[in-house]
């Protein structure tokens, strides 16, 4: 029987950084899969509002026109009657103790340094997340 497509959306405002997370997910995918991406909070729940993302992968640090974070997306992500699975990210393991960041502290979405992603790892909390 085959594997059901996993439809990802990457919130990212950096080239570089959202091309090196698209090609770690490249690295043996276990699964299919699509990548699109965001680069601003009203544009990843505008998207997810058309195509209903089975998983996001969101900048802790985005660098929004609107001046929104990662944080504020993830909240609202979480307040949706079917929310997704949620990766956070970013440059700065020291975001995880953010006071602000009540849903990194307490593991509700689980928090990643970029610089210590790889495959194998990212594959395993996504489809950990996917099962939920």
Known sequence: MPMDTLKILVV???DVDYQLLAETLRVAPPRPYVLDRANSVDMALDLHVQQRYDLFIVDYVLNDPAGKTGLQLIRRLQDLARPPGILCVSDHAHLADDPQADV?????????????????????????????
């Not at 340094?113 to 990212?122: A, F, Q």
Request: hydrophobic share 45%; glycine share 6%; aromatic share 6%.
């Open 12 to 14: 990212e405002d950096d």
């Open 104 to 132: 990194l502290i307490d593991g509700t979405v689980p928090f990643m340094e970029k610089s210590r992603l790889t495959g194998d790892l990212v594959w395993s909390i996504l489809l950990d997340l996917a099962s939920d």
